[in-house]
């Protein structure tokens, strides 16, 4: 499986409104697999953290890191409604992703909310 040059943004939750991780990786389809695997260190060895519910592709690994710090700061309520505008079953979406290409042209998957508080950049 190949995937195009760029980056993906995802957050990863062990449940429906569970404990919520966001981060940020070149290769989204490997990424998903060691947290699966408990290989990847840090905060998701110690909590399970295995189920993919949300990502967005980016045209560039530093484009999606930048959308990661953003996301990271989001209240928990906004990531929420993210997941369930796009994924409203909190399907693990690690399945789907393994058996595609992904491509960094996939559309945004976060919805762009206004407002004084606006997510968006």
């Known amino acids: 499986m190949r995937e195009e040059a760029g980056g993906y943004v995802y957050i990863l939750a062990s449940k429906r409104n569970g404990t919520l991780y966001t981060g940020s990786a070149r290769n989204l389809i490997s990424r998903a697999e060691q947290h699966r695997e ?3 260190g840090g905060f998701t060895r110690k909590i399970r953290r295995d189920a993919s519910r949300w990502f967005e592709a980016h045209s560039s ?43 960094p042209s996939l559309p945004g998957r976060v919805p762009r909310a206004g407002g004084a508080e606006s997510r968006d950049p």
């Open 61 to 103: 690994i530093a484009s999606a890191y930048r959308r990661e710090q953003l996301i990271k700061r989001w209240k928990r309520a906004w990531k929420i409604s993210s997941i369930e505008e796009n994924n409203s079953r909190w399907d693990d979406l690690f399945e789907a992703l393994s058996q595609q290409t992904l491509h």
């Open 38 to 40: 408990g290989s990847y």
